[in-house]
């Protein structure tokens, strides 16, 4: 069940407030849909883009069988569409095709333009970018896939890349892809103890790293890292390691020279015939309990809906430059910045550095440079600039841009407004692309291309083709109607969506099947506007989301208590200017400690920066000493109450009948007058 729906009507009523700014975005214009989506001339009845979207949901299988046919290279032909059932949390597509996702993000292009740019490597140094192109990206690809080979990585086999974006790690992925293993890639920025549990869990025998990154004029340790991580993953029996800088690092007898072994290798290697549901890779998130999920993605369906929504959200042309800032540990990276643009054949950006590295221009000065046609990012980053003023971004020539996204959070107004009016001149649609991990690409997004589409600033506005989004109530009625809130699900399979969490397809169930069964349940609600548009209001369970990046309250939890010092905790999620959400910790100290609070916090964030990640805390960790923290008879916390106290809302408080001692609220409202 979802628990509470308090943030949903407050965003309905911000919405409301929203509506009358719209952007048109192109003339409402009869189309020729075929020369739009050429897959679809062949559907009965579809003349134009509405009938179009109708289609795709109404008669699914055709739609994605065209278009699986259209934009995938196969080795052999599928012969079952799908086969699925949302109910047991069973879904495959493409049955019985073969084909390989390398073969489809390079072989095709190097055939039709091998010398046309696929990565450019925007490199921490502003001036300093590296252009790889398609020809290149192969050769690297296969290199890499027959150094593994030879080092005895086997078809099925998981590598772990821990890797900051660059072209080595992009030509990781596809190795992996080229040879039948597949990857799970950990965001650099994870501690080593973080990494040693994705590894683990993920059984990689073989880990693929860079001797240091670089990012914001710092050099990070990351080999370092990777060998504290590997001392508790007796499973690792390599190390392979690229050379960022060029500065030495300790060597083991594990470690492999990546850059010089790939040099002796053959530039052709053949690539393996997977089927359409093996796994592609696993990418880790974090769930509403303790331990992070494994999301798995397999291969013909997530390349497919990567690829079409990368073209037709973003209105992405042969030619194009596309900016995706993403780290490619995120799935905004891997469907962004890797697979979709590839496998369009498209110019993609690797973003090594910050938005404010050497200064706030940063993004500007190379959208100017590098010609950046679509720009896609994360609403805390333009947050963020906002505060830094205009000029940073008028100094720079934004001409070439196209469209502008958004992804991970919800963008508030002034910030959407910045973005359109400053950063794209008033010119360029803002796409707001709502999404997931276990979507796979995304799902509710305007889709400016369209005749007569309009756009409110901070909607999400309409599901992609083949998505039909549900709002169900918390007695579990399917809402039918418009100017409503709900649980977001979605009411039927597409082939982005990821199969399973690795080993636990339980929890896969469990988590976005049985709550309401029958449809995929996202964990987000939204607001459905009187028009058919869609807001999304946040999530319904106990993960926040700090600068974009998920972490479950229970993963922070988990840490902050094994903190010598602490008896237990509870961790909520605060509205923050600029990271979006922060981190309230309510903490209660064990008898008999006597520390200073200053020290105390100092410990609580040491702990939680060197057993999760650094984003997850020091400057949005809030701590607060309690004594109790209020808790059900049966014992469990109540975080809802904790949630109304710092929103200072005690009106709503609700039921506290089931409480074991309502001393503990009064407590942490007495004592935290302060925090308003
Ligand atoms: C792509 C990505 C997914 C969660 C999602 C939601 C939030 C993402 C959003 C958004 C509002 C948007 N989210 N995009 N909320 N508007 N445009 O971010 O994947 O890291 O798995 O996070 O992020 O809460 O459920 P992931």
């Known amino acids: 069940m979802w628990p509470t729906c308090q943030n949903v009507s407050k965003c309905v009523a911000a919405s409301l407030g929203r509506r009358l700014h719209r952007v048109h975005t192109s003339s409402r214009r009869r189309c020729n849909v075929a020369a739009f989506m050429p897959e679809a001339a062949g559907f009965e009845g579809v003349s134009d883009r509405s009938t179009l979207q109708e289609f795709s949901v109404s008669s699914s299988e055709s739609f994605w069988a065209a278009a699986a046919r259209h934009r995938v290279d196969w080795i052999s032909p599928f ?83 821990y890797m900051p974006p660059c072209p080595l790690a992009v030509a990781s992925m596809l190795a992996c892809a080229r040879i039948g293993a597949s990857h799970n890639v950990v965001f650099a920025g994870f501690s080593a103890e973080a990494l040693a549990e994705r590894i683990r869990d993920a059984q990689s025998s073989t880990v693929i790293t860079v001797n240091q990154g670089v990012r914001g004029g710092r050099v990070t340790e990351l080999k370092k890292t990777v060998d504290e991580a590997v001392q508790s993953c007796p499973i690792v029996r390599q190390v392979f390691v690229a050379m960022r800088t060029e500065n030495p690092v300790a060597w083991t007898a594990r470690d492999v020279a990546m850059e010089e072994e790939m040099l002796a290798e053959e530039e052709v290697c053949e690539p393996a015939a997977m089927d359409s549901e093996d796994v592609l890779f696993l990418l880790y998130t974090s769930g509403s309990t303790g331990k992070p999920k494994g999301l798995v993605h397999t291969q013909a369906g997530y390349l497919l809906y990567a690829a079409l929504t990368h073209r037709y959200v973003f209105g992405y042309h042969d030619g194009d430059v596309f900016g995706c800032v993403a780290d490619i540990g995120w799935i905004t990276g891997h469907s962004y910045s890797v697979y979709g643009p590839l496998a369009n054949g ?54 070439t841009l196209k469209t502008l996204g958004s992804v991970g959070e919800p963008i508030n107004t002034e910030a959407w407004e910045w973005y359109h009016r400053v950063v794209g001149d008033g010119r360029c649609p803002v796409v707001d692309t709502w999404w997931q ?19 409110v600033p901070g909607m999400a506005m309409r599901p992609f083709f083949g998505i039909n989004p549900v709002l169900i109530d918390t007695e579990g009625n399917v809402l039918t109607s418009n100017h409503t809130s709900g649980a977001l699900c979605i009411s039927q399979p597409w082939p982005g969506m990821a199969r399973t969490i690795h080993n636990d397809h339980q929890r896969f169930i469990e988590t976005y099947f049985r709550p309401h069964p029958g449809y995929f349940f996202t964990g987000d609600g939204a607001y459905r506007s009187q028009e058919g548009y869609y807001q999304i209001t946040g999530r319904l369970d106990d993960v926040i989301n700090v600068s974009g990046h998920r972490i479950g309250t229970a993963e922070i939890e988990d840490v902050v208590n094994q903190c010598p010092i602490v008896a237990e905790s509870a961790v909520i999620g605060y509205s923050h200017d600029i990271k979006g959400q922060g981190v309230y910790a309510f903490v209660v100290l064990k008898q008999g400690v006597d520390i200073k609070a200053a020290d105390v916090l100092r410990q609580l964030n040491d702990t939680v920066s060197k057993k999760i990640a650094k984003y997850a805390c020091p400057d ?57």
């Open 79 to 161: 012969h079952l569409v799908q086969d699925c059932d949302l109910s047991r949390g069973k879904i495959r597509w493409f049955g019985g095709g073969k084909l390989n996702v390398s073969v489809n993000c390079l072989d095709r292009h190097v055939h039709t333009c091998p010398e046309r740019v696929a990565l450019i490597w925007e490199r921490d140094e502003p001036g300093s970018e590296v252009k790889v192109t398609y020809r290149q990206l192969l050769e690297m690809t296969c290199r890499l896939g027959n150094l593994l080979k030879r080092r005895g990585v086997r078809r099925g086999d998981c590598i772990t890349i």
């Open 620 to 676: 949005c960790i809030q701590v607060i000493f309690v004594q109790h923290l209020p808790k059900t008879r049966s014992g469990k916390i109540m975080r809802r109450v904790l949630r109304k106290v710092v929103e200072r809302d005690l009106e709503g408080l609700g039921d506290l009948t089931t409480m074991d001692d309502p001393a503990a609220v009064e407590e942490i409202i007495q004592g935290h007058h302060d925090l308003w």
């Open 437 to 455: 991990t276990e979507t796979g690409g995304i799902c509710i997004s305007p889709r400016p291309s369209d005749p007569g589409a309009e756009i």
């Open 346 to 399: 498209g110019t993609t950006v690797l973003f090594e550095s910050t938005p404010i590295y050497p200064d706030p221009g940063r993004y500007w000065e190379m959208v100017q440079r590098l010609k950046i046609n679509q720009f896609y990012g994360a609403p805390t980053a333009i947050r963020l600039l906002l505060k830094y003023g205009d000029q940073w971004v008028q100094k720079y020539d934004r001409s």
